[in-house]
C-alpha cells in the first residue's frame, strides 16, 4: 500500500509563492520518476513537473521558469516551489510517483487571487 501525503497548499495573491511537499511511504519500487499534477475546474489532469531519481526534470511550458520540483531520495519526498504565482495556477495540484503503477495523492487546492 503507497500512500502520499501532501501539503503546502493555500490563498494567494498573484505574484506570490508556495512550496508544495508530498512524502511518500509503504511499499515502493522501482520509481521511475516523482512529479506534480494539476486539475483546475472544468480542465482535464496536467502534468507540470517531474523528476527523475537521478535529478532529470521536465516541467510544462505554462509553468517553466517559474517552478521548480526537487526530491529528497532518502525520504521519498517531492517538493514543488511555484514562484511568481497567476490566477491561472489556480488547481488541485497532486503529487504523483510514476512506478510500473502511477500513485497519485489526495490533491491539495492552490487558488491565486488576482
Known amino acids: 500500500q503507497v500512500q502520499l501525503v501532501e501539503s503546502g497548499g493555500g490563498l494567494v495573491q498573484a505574484g506570490g509563492s508556495l512550496r508544495l511537499s508530498c512524502a511518500a511511504s509503504?511499499?515502493?519500487?522501482?520509481?521511475?520518476?516523482m512529479g506534480w499534477g494539476r486539475q483546475a475546474p472544468g480542465k482535464q489532469r496536467e502534468l507540470v513537473a517531474r523528476?527523475?531519481?537521478?535529478?532529470?526534470?521536465n516541467y510544462a511550458d505554462s509553468v517553466k521558469g517559474r517552478f521548480t520540483i526537487s526530491r529528497d531520495n532518502a525520504k521519498n519526498t517531492v517538493y514543488l516551489q511555484m514562484n511568481r504565482l497567476k490566477p491561472e495556477d489556480t488547481a488541485v495540484y497532486y503529487c504523483?510517483?510514476?512506478?510500473?503503477?502511477?500513485?497519485w495523492g489526495q490533491g491539495t487546492q492552490v487558488t491565486v487571487s488576482a
Open positions: 523528476i527523475t531519481r537521478t535529478g532529470s526534470t
Open positions: 504523483l510517483i510514476a512506478t510500473v503503477n502511477d500513485y
Open positions: 509503504g511499499s515502493i519500487f522501482g520509481i521511475k520518476y
